[in-house]
């Protein structure tokens, strides 16, 4: 059996779990909570960007996206914000890091 194949049989189950129980006596997590313990449990979410949170508020600010890079001149300046998932190490002296 294929990877997809595996993956497709495990699918519906995986769907069927319910976002909240709502006999717990826990409250719901916020998405910010949620995004947060995902990024310390695995280190990545499987829910929306990070940055989709702030759009709004990156909008507000003047930063741009990529959809709005890619239509600009070659040497225009740009002002845009990311997220650092990877970081060089150890940083080689007199060289820059690389922020993947």
Do not use: C
């Amino acid at each position: 059996m294929a990877g997809r194949e595996i993956w497709a049989a495990y699918r519906p189950a995986v769907t069927d779990i319910p976002d909240y129980d709502p006999t717990s006596v826990l409250l719901r997590m916020t998405s910010e909570e949620r995004l947060i313990t995902d990024h310390h449990i695995s280190g990545f979410t499987i829910g929306p960007h990070p940055l989709a949170y702030r759009r709004t508020d990156l909008q507000e600010m003047n930063l741009s996206t990529l959809r709005h890079i890619k239509g600009r001149r070659p040497g225009e300046e740009v002002r845009t914000v990311g997220e650092v998932t990877v970081k060089q190490r150890p940083r080689l002296r007199g060289s820059r890091a690389n922020l993947i």
